[in-house]
């Protein structure tokens, strides 16, 4: 029996840091206000000359040096994002050119499932691999969310960040990699998140396009179904959440990231925590809260982590990996 596992992780983030002191020469807001409700201290912004892929493609660049293995080797891109370079083509398209990887042929797919995206791609990866469909795939959750922030709004504007983070996942039939997961997603909640730009639905220019978030409700069914997701992956799989090792969550808000750490009964020693320095980088989140871990130490060989995710509008996720 095949499943996925992790061999190396890679990350990104753009040169350019925007501090809270910042945002309060921009709007009407405090280092204070946000730090108390977000924990968030600064964010990283992607250069003007850069666009989604460049960013996927520094953090995937990183992660195949990691893996010892080349582009041209890869089966399958799976990008996880809701900021591309642009409608057509994908950006794992781009990222597999920027690669030097297109004559190769592998195949190559985005994945919009928003905060969720990384989620939904490393399970979507895992489904490949355990079929025997594929045997080594990039996954990467990026953003470039400062292009789509409506930064008149204060409430949304102090949130979000950019980045790209990176993993290899190779065939294994060990003990180690992807043990379970568990995606879901409910469209009736479409108001509480939306970015309406880019699409079919209208072209309008201005703010209206941008990011509209409706914070509040979204905090509380955030907090619900990651502690419902969470208890159901390990069900599954019949972890105890004491033997959890390592929390790996989407970093929207680190009051969430409490909360729900509690009603799991798991310290929040255990919780990675990057939302101070990284601010909300949606898809790219987990990828790069992971990888500062693996950097950092945090995680072992061996080591449990539960991940979990919340994104727009609504989507969400979690997943058990055996390190
Ligand atoms: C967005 C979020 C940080 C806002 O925090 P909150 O505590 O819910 O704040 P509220 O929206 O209730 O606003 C509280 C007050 O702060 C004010 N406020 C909002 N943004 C502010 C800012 N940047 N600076 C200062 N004050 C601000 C509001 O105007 C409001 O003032 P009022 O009480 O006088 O009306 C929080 O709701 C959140 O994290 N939501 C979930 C995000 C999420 O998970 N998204 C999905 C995945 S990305």
């Not at 190396?8 to 983030?13: C, E, K, M, S």
């Not at 925007?18 to 309060?24: C, G, K, Q």
């Not at 080349?70 to 996880?80: F, N, S, Y």
């Not at 069900?235 to 009051?255: C, F, L, M, S």
Request: net charge neutral; aromatic share 6%; proline share 3%.
């Amino acid at each position: 029996m095949y499943k996925a596992r992790i061999i190396a992780t890679g990350g990104y983030l753009p040169e350019r840091i925007l501090t809270n002191h910042d945002l309060e020469k921009m709007m009407d807001t405090s280092d204070e206000w946000i730090q108390k409700r977000t924990g968030i201290k600064e964010r990283h912004i992607a250069a003007d000359n850069q666009v989604t892929s460049d960013l996927a493609c520094e953090a995937s660049k990183q992660a195949l040096k990691r893996a010892g293995i080349t582009a041209d080797k890869l089966d399958m891109i799976i990008v996880g994002t809701c900021t591309p370079d642009m409608t057509l083509p994908a950006v794992a398209l781009h990222l597999q050119r920027k690669l030097g990887a297109g004559k190769a042929g592998c195949a190559a797919v985005d994945m919009n499932a928003a905060c969720s995206g990384f989620l939904y791609s490393m399970a979507t990866a895992n489904a490949y691999i355990k079929s025997g469909m594929a045997k080594n795939i990039l996954v990467v959750g990026v953003e470039t969310l400062s292009r789509i922030v409506n930064w008149d709004d204060r409430s949304t504007a102090v949130i979000f960040g950019d980045g790209a983070g990176a993993a290899i996942l190779t065939q294994d039939s060990g003990k180690r990699g992807i043990i379970a997961s568990e995606l879901h997603a409910d469209g009736d909640y479409a108001y509480l998140m939306i970015a309406p730009g880019n699409g079919t639905f209208h072209a309008p220019t201005g703010n209206y396009t941008k990011i509209h978030m409706e914070g509040h409700d979204t905090f509380k069914i955030a907090v619900r179904h990651l502690e419902n997701v969470s208890r159901s992956v390990l069900e599954k799989a019949g972890v105890k959440p004491e033997e959890i090792d390592v929390v790996v969550p989407h970093q929207a808000n680190v009051r969430i990231i409490g909360s729900v750490a509690k009603r799991l009964d798991i310290p929040m020693e255990k919780c990675i925590l990057t939302i101070d320095h990284h601010g909300n980088t949606a898809g790219a989140s987990i990828p790069l809260a992971l990888n500062e871990a693996v950097e950092n130490g945090r995680i072992t060989d061996g080591d449990m982590i539960l991940f979990n995710a919340f994104g727009a509008s609504i989507t969400w996720g979690s997943m058990l990996v055996r390190w």
